[in-house]
């Protein structure tokens, strides 16, 4: 409690970035840069989750900071919060490790002490994330109160949250959910106000171990080499010299990892090399099953897809040796009904990955793609059955029926069993209220291949009828009628599914979702205070989530977070499935004054400012969840358009209007709206 907000140090330094449970590389830092106390250490944050070994890293580190308590500064990062421990992996590690939350509840309790900024030599800002629109002068960051959980929005959350943007000039909404990206322009401001030189911060992974933007005015250091021991990237830190130099030690992951314990706590050593490298098949299974066996509907749809390949060629062998073409076409069917699965079990796992620049959510649509494909997979499937049973309609084959019957019985046995585990999974997936959806339960690839499943069951009763009425009749052409009756099935199975996914992927919103948002958007334009509502754009994230975006310009008296809240609250209550909105606040008389332009290119209308930006609320940008955040410290952007088609398109822009003001001027009208 003794520090302050800002903490002044001297050079010489040696700066650290996110280090992510990854103790073995900690140690290796080091090695690299020299052990306390010969070594000053300045670590930026993001200390605990992802990795195997956040409790022996925030162990370490804290007991550095006590006993050398001028030479080692801890900085807060997002990280270092109880939400996001929550999801990423600390508090999940305290509870294998100890058997109880206490550990991760005294170690929450300390991340809210921790200092928020560090300034070397009064020339170097360093933060774990980025700057603020709410924050130009240092002073303003020793007033914060940060003995408390980080917050969703506010200064705080913006140091810790925010990055930098090099396609960008000015403050824009982070589609992390939190905090801002800022520009060139933000950063020459800030240290020109400061009268500093340059910004240190982490918080982003860099392929290369840093990066450097705004002509040498910012650098972000990454310090967790191949960052969950499979992206393969180099890691650094930066020295800081007497004279102000700066220097960027590139190094890659430590011997120590190929030799690292069994993360479940046993005593067997294993490869990391074989166990953890983004290269080996080894890994990736282990890492698969661990996903796979640690839900209840995963598993017991693993378990179903053993089950349903070992009968599936048992179901193929005999099918041939009968010459039926009822088995053949249903073990087809069957194979691609294992495949579905494979490939839905594939893009559970797959969707747990981070997001990055490209991905900004992640890689959740993976299952919609997945399912869209293999959709159409089924459907040209059935047309090859199709046109095998008009064949043998006309020129009915001799067929084998010996034990047939029992085959297709066991056959139509296995697929009550892949019903009942599926159906659970369908239910369970409908069980959350319309704020939320569950990945494991109800999503594009499991309701498709339920789809798949019940028709293989009816397939299979099919086989057990057409059986019994060549024994009965001796006319083998019920076999292929059989199969038209299973191909039929199929494509009407998946036909819901091709569109739900192609709609999803195509960012298409239902007509009763427009009506729903149109609807909520007039109910919002008659709030008292709100004149206008402009750039609102909505889409769907995946088949259950909406994304929102939209501006809403106030009068002048209103209290702006109070509106941002109301509004927010409205929207998330009326529209069914909406996941995530960002609404941003505008005074009137800001955007009267402002001089802004907006740009043809790009998703989310960003003001782009000239000449001197004021620094006021009249831009504050805010990006509300429906629950914890759950974000990824690997930088995103902002998605696609929606399709013009069902998306609610904005008014026309307001007019571009004249502005300038000086940086006192701004400042002081700043400091009488706080």
């Not at 040696?14 to 830092?29: P, S």
């Not at 106390?37 to 200390?47: A, E, K, Q, R, S």
């Not at 066996?293 to 041939?320: C, E, H, P, T, W």
């Not at 084959?397 to 066991?410: A, D, K």
Request: aromatic content about 10%.
């Amino acid at each position: 409690m003794a520090e302050s907000n800002v903490v002044h140090i001297s050079a010489p330094v040696t700066v650290v970035g996110d280090i992510h449970g990854q103790y073995y590389d900690l140690i290796e830092i080091f090695r690299i840069g020299g052990y306390c106390p010969d070594t000053n250490y300045l670590f930026l944050g993001d200390y605990v989750d992802r990795g195997l070994y956040s409790i022996e890293t925030i162990s370490l580190l804290t007991c550095l900071k006590l006993r050398y308590p001028e030479r080692v500064q801890l900085v807060r990062g997002n990280h270092e919060s109880r939400a996001v421990t929550q999801t990423y992996g600390f508090y999940a590690e305290c509870l294998r490790k100890y058997g109880s939350a206490n550990v991760w509840k005294y170690f929450t309790d300390m991340f809210d002490y921790l200092t928020l900024s560090v300034v070397i030599d009064n020339s170097i800002f360093c933060v774990h994330g980025g700057l603020s629109p709410t924050i130009h002068v240092l002073d303003q960051i020793r007033i914060i109160d940060r003995f408390k959980e980080i917050p969703h929005e506010g200064a705080m959350a913006d140091l810790v949250w925010s990055d930098p943007d090099p396609d960008k000039e000015e403050f824009a909404i982070s589609a992390r959910g939190a905090g801002y990206t800022f520009g060139n322009l933000v950063v020459d401001r800030f240290l020109h106000l400061n009268q500093m030189d340059h910004i240190l911060r982490a918080h982003q992974l860099c392929n290369a171990g840093y990066q450097v933007l705004f002509d040498d005015k910012l650098s972000t250091v990454w310090s967790a080499p191949n960052y969950c021991y499979r992206c393969g990237n180099l890691a650094s830190i930066l020295e800081v010299s007497v004279t102000g130099e700066r220097f960027f030690n590139v190094f890659d992951a430590a011997p120590e990892n190929d030799r690292m314990m069994d993360p479940n706590g046993g005593g067997m050593k294993v490869s990391a090399t074989r166990a953890y490298s983004s290269t080996s098949t080894l890994r990736t299974i282990k890492t698969s099953l661990e996903i796979i066996l640690s839900s209840k509907d995963s598993r017991q749809i693993f378990y179903f897809l053993l089950l349903n390949l070992s009968y599936m060629f048992v179901q193929l062998a005999y099918g041939v040796w009968t010459n039926s073409l009822g088995l053949i076409s249903d073990a087809i069917h069957m194979f691609f009904d294992c495949l579905a699965l494979s490939v839905g079990l594939f893009a559970a796992v797959m969707s747990k990955w981070p997001s990055n620049s490209e991905f900004s959510y992640g890689y959740s649509r993976i299952e919609t793609v997945a399912a869209f494909f293999n959709g159409v997979f089924l459907v040209l499937i059935s047309i090859s059955i199709v046109a095998e049973a008009l064949q043998r309609l006309i020129d009915p084959p001799e067929m084998n029926t010996h034990r047939l019957l029992f085959i297709s019985f066991v056959g139509l046995i296995v697929n009550l069993v892949g019903i009942f585990a599926f159906n659970h999974g369908h239910a369970h997936g409908h069980s959350h209220d319309h704020h939320g959806h569950d990945h494991d339960g109800h999503n594009a690839n499991m309701q498709g291949v339920f789809l798949h499943i019940m028709a293989d069951t009816l397939g299979s009763a099919g086989v057990i009828v057409s059986t019994l009425l060549i024994k009965w009749f001796g006319w083998t052409g019920f076999d292929p009628i059989a199969s038209l009756f299973i191909a039929i099935l199929i494509i009407m199975s998946v036909i819901p599914l091709i569109r739900q996914s192609s709609s999803v992927m195509m960012l298409e919103l239902s007509d009763e979702t427009v009506s729903v948002i149109e609807g909520t958007l007039d109910e919002v334009r008659g709030m008292e205070g709100v004149y206008s509502v402009s750039h609102i754009r909505f889409w769907p994230c995946e088949a259950e989530s909406v994304i929102g975006s939209l501006h809403v310009q106030v009068k002048d008296e209103v209290n702006t977070q109070a509106m941002r809240q109301k509004v927010t609250e409205v929207l998330m209550s009326h529209i069914h499935g909406l996941r995530e909105v960002c609404v941003q606040i505008e005074l009137q008389s800001d955007v009267k004054k402002n001089k802004f332009t907006v740009p043809q290119k790009g998703f989310f209308h960003t003001p782009a400012y000239s000449g001197i930006s004021s620094m006021n609320n009249a831009y504050v940008n805010h990006r509300p969840t429906a629950f914890a955040p759950t974000v990824t410290t690997i930088p995103t952007t902002i998605p696609p358009p929606p399709s013009s088609s069902s998306s609610v398109l904005p008014p026309p822009p307001p007019p571009i209007m004249n502005a300038s003001a000086s940086v006192m001027s701004v400042l002081q009208k700043q400091t009488k709206k706080e």
